[in-house]
């Protein structure tokens, strides 16, 4: 069966494939990267899913396994996740193996399923070693799961460049062929592709201009004339323009939250006075990133129906902000949209006649009336002048006013969208601003594209990289209370959901409220606008992230200096409705507080330990290992073993001998825990719990973190005493690897994956002074010999740093060889302490 021949087999209706799609499936089977640059509505998502669902239909080992399909925006990966997921369920998959990680939907938090949807912060923050689901102990587990992926890219060019778009291309550039990678592009120049094409080893670039047959096909470009019509206005956007010439469906795009309630509230006013019938009995919907998720996610089911390629005698109003610039399958007869960079404005107008066959118009507004605009060409002549200036020039916010005014001049040159204008668009407005766009992020330390802070990212692996490699959105969590719900919120303060907002705004709605321009009075001295939460105490050690161990109190807020991540905002002074969302302009809103999220049973990570043998546990992590990366069928790893041979420079290692690599990994990671000051602790604690215990060497005993009893007989034992256990195994496997591997690469990873298989902390390279019994040496005898592991280890030694851990910045391969191998280490070791049982039988 051949890549079309799948396609028909995939779709019900028999879909034939355009010709770019299959030319996007050969480069990448045969092991080419892509860069796809196509319009909106022409299929880009299946061009990238369907390689990857081919390669797993003729079990490929030479394409990867799991697929990580990112975008820049949440709601456009619940979108496009949601689609995919109902094609694939029809067509058999299992339905677990499918999975969204964005934050919203933490449905796969350690990145191990086949196929995710993901926002661009989970997937890069996981490699960058600080998951935003996960806590900082946790924080090397998921870099490795892209190592060895087929990673897609959509919307690209939604990226900050020098923030996530940088850190991207900088990814990438680390990972070389230890990945397969689709890169997916609407409005991309021509130059910044090829730029990025020469940055990035072994791409190629596919346009629909190589296809002229598919712009006859593709059903969303029809027709190829006068398809999309647009008229350019010298005016703001007003209510009376978008009732004169409601038809069916009307989407309207203000580039700001403030501007689109206000223009849904002048448009619900007018329903009341107008006699324009269609418009009278038309269906207002306002959508925008302000809104509580359970609301958010009902507008966008609506959408669908109301807006939806099969939605039928539709009689509907649309206002949203960006949030459905890409993404969202809808489509509209009539458009109205502020001014937006032409890369925005393209997305924008996807969403206009997109289906096969329609028609649409684009009006397309100023941000500023006429007078407005001579106004701020005039020198200010007073302060006054000054702050009404910088109010109008704020006005283009949040875009940069350059470009929008570039955007608005170009187009006024056309009456439509047809053919290749849209390309001419981007490359007369945005070609020179992309040109030097990849030199820009090739600057700076470790050969630019963000490279350093990546480096330092897997060294200090703390969340606050963020701003600095992702998004530096300065994003505040607002949640609103009335003031008899104070006791409520101390007791449970994650109980309410949140909505995020850009902290400036915030700071500025607030500030207006306190000099009194709010709705309702507000005196700074007897009344309260907002609360932060504080951490009141901090009990106990062995339960950090046990969030019932951590009292907190509400502090007044008296002070927009210092806004923290979360706020408890006064609902007396702030609104919010289902149909605007949150705001502060609209008293008939107010007074309504945050619902209360959905309760879920957190997983608790201090449970009672069960207790194993130090056998036992070992074989049940090389079980974890056999059942969830090697399986019965299909090997999870075989396209990264067969690329890491290259990407270390041993052509020669084969499957079995990074299984092999694996295995002794697994078996040496724990060899410190033979040492007799580790584990006469252990057995003691064991024998004073139970008395009827046989001594064993153990892996771990029966412990219970909240039992007082237990707590009790682990410092009667010197539990907490026992030294750290991890250096002594990392010693050890270098021993081994000494003798088998000459491979610095293997030996600084290997090694290094045991020494922070417990804790990602790069800075420690030691182990302790250790001594091993022959008794418990016989354990691992016994282990090694069913490993056919010839060979002696260490049984003492005293306290030393460990080779090969001051590592090179140069030379990134050294981490990620490590990311790798940690990521199955502690996967593993996580499954078989959680449940040894269920992959080791000793019987």
Not at 173 to 185: A, D, V, Y
């Amino acid at each position: 069966m051949n890549i079309e021949e799948y396609y028909k087999k995939t779709f019900s209706d028999g879909i034939v494939p355009y010709s770019y799609q299959l030319a996007v499936a050969k480069k990448l089977l045969e092991g080419k990267n892509v860069i796809l640059q196509v319009p909106t509505g022409a299929g880009k998502t299946w061009a990238s899913i369907m390689p990857f669902l081919y390669a797993r239909e003729l079990e490929l080992d030479s394409f990867p396994e799991k697929m990580i399909y990112s975008l820049p925006l949440r709601t456009l990966a619940n979108s496009i996740y949601e689609d995919v997921f109902d094609i694939l369920k029809k067509n058999g998959y299992d339905e677990d193996e499918i999975k969204r990680q964005t934050g919203e939907y933490s449905d796969d938090p350690y990145f191990e399923k086949d196929i995710i949807f993901s926002t661009i912060d989970q997937t890069l923050s996981n490699f960058l070693c600080f998951p935003l689901p996960l806590s900082p102990r946790q924080a090397n587990i998921n870099a490795g799961a892209l190592v060895g992926s087929y990673l897609v890219f959509d919307e690209f060019h939604l990226l900050d460049s020098g923030l996530s778009m940088a850190t991207t291309i900088g990814t990438l550039k680390m990972l070389g062929n230890l990945c397969r990678c689709c890169i997916m592009t609407a409005t991309l120049s021509e130059d910044f592709m090829y730029s990025l094409k020469s940055t990035l080893d072994n791409y190629e670039i596919i346009t629909l201009d190589d296809f002229e047959v598919d712009k006859s096909r593709i059903r969303s470009l029809l027709p190829t004339e006068n398809k999309k019509t647009v008229c350019v206005l010298d005016k703001t956007l007003n209510p009376e323009n978008v009732i004169e010439n409601h038809k069916d469906k009307t989407i309207i795009i203000c580039n700001r939250v403030e501007n689109a309630q206000k223009i849904y509230y002048e448009l619900i006013d007018q329903k009341e006075i107008t006699d324009n019938l269609k418009f009278k009995n038309a269906e207002i919907i306002c959508l925008h990133s302000r809104f509580f998720d359970s609301d958010r996610k009902a507008k966008e089911n609506k959408l669908k129906t109301l807006f939806g390629k099969n939605a039928t005698d539709t009689n509907a109003i649309l206002i949203a902000t960006q949030v459905i610039e890409a993404g969202m399958d809808i489509s509209c007869s009539v458009m109205h949209t502020e001014i937006s960079p032409i890369s925005s404005f393209l997305q924008r107008v996807g969403r206009n006649a997109r289906f096969a066959d329609e028609i649409g118009k684009v009006f397309i507004y100023s941000l500023l009336e006429v007078e407005e605009k001579e106004r701020i060409k005039l020198e200010p002549e007073s302060k006054e002048d000054k702050t009404e200036i910088t109010k109008l020039n704020n006005k283009y916010l949040p875009y940069d006013k350059d470009l929008c005014e570039k955007t608005f001049s170009e187009l006024k040159k056309y009456q439509t969208l047809d053919g290749n204008i849209p390309k001419k668009l981007i490359e007369v407005i945005l070609g020179e601003t992309e040109k030097d766009l990849i030199k820009n992020m090739s600057a700076g330390q470790g050969g630019g594209f963000n490279q350093d802070k990546i480096k330092q990212s897997w060294k200090d692996c703390k969340k606050n990289n963020y701003r600095h490699t992702i998004r530096d959105i300065q994003s505040v969590e607002v949640i609103l209370i009335h003031e008899n719900q104070k006791n409520e919120v101390v007791k449970y303060p994650f109980r309410f959901q949140s909505i995020g907002m850009y902290k400036w705004s915030l700071v500025s709605w607030l500030n207006k409220i306190m000099k009194g321009e709010g709705v309702r009075n507000y005196d700074i001295e007897s009344n309260t606008l907002a609360w932060t939460l504080e951490e009141n105490t901090f009990l106990g050690e062995m339960n950090f992230e046990n969030d019932e161990d951590v009292k907190f109190t509400l502090q007044k807020l008296t002070t927009l200096d210092k806004i923290p991540n979360r706020l408890f905002v006064n609902s007396y002074y702030l609104g919010y409705d289902e149909g605007i969302g949150l705001n502060w302009q609209y008293e008939s809103t107010f007074d309504n507080s945050s619902p209360r999220s959905v309760y879920k049973e957190k997983k608790d990570d201090f449970k009672p330990l069960e207790k194993d043998t130090f056998y036992q546990h070992n074989m049940g992590l090389i079980g974890a290992f056999e059942q969830e990366f090697l399986g019965d069928k299909r090997n999870k790893l075989d396209f990264v073993f067969k690329q890491l041979a290259d990407y270390i420079d041993m052509s020669e290692l084969e499957k079995d001998n990074f299984i092999e690599l694996i295995k002794w990994m697994i078996v040496l990671h724990d060899y410190g825990k033979l040492n007799e000051k580790w584990q006469v602790p252990m057995q003691k604690y064991q024998a004073l719990k139970d008395p009827n215990w046989k001594l064993e060497v153990l892996g771990h005993s029966d412990f219970d973190s909240k039992d007082e009893n237990d707590l009790a007989l682990a410092k009667q034992a010197g539990l907490n005493q026992r030294p750290p256990h991890a250096g002594v195994g990392a010693y050890a496997i270098q021993e081994v690897l000494d003798e088998y591997y000459d491979n610095a690469y293997l030996k600084s990873g290997i090694s290094m994956a045991i020494a922070k298989h417990h804790s990602p902390d790069l800075s420690k390279a030691e182990y302790p002074t250790f001594k091993i019994s022959e008794s418990n040496y016989n354990v691992i005898r016994k282990l090694l010999a069913q490993f056919e592991l010839d060979f002696d280890l260490e049984k003492n030694d005293t306290e030393g740093r460990l080779e090969g851990f001051i590592l090179d910045d140069s030379d990134f391969k050294q981490y990620v060889i490590y990311l790798f191998f940690v990521r199955i280490l502690r996967l593993c070791d996580q499954k078989a302490t959680d449940n040894f049982k269920k992959y080791f039988n000793e019987n």
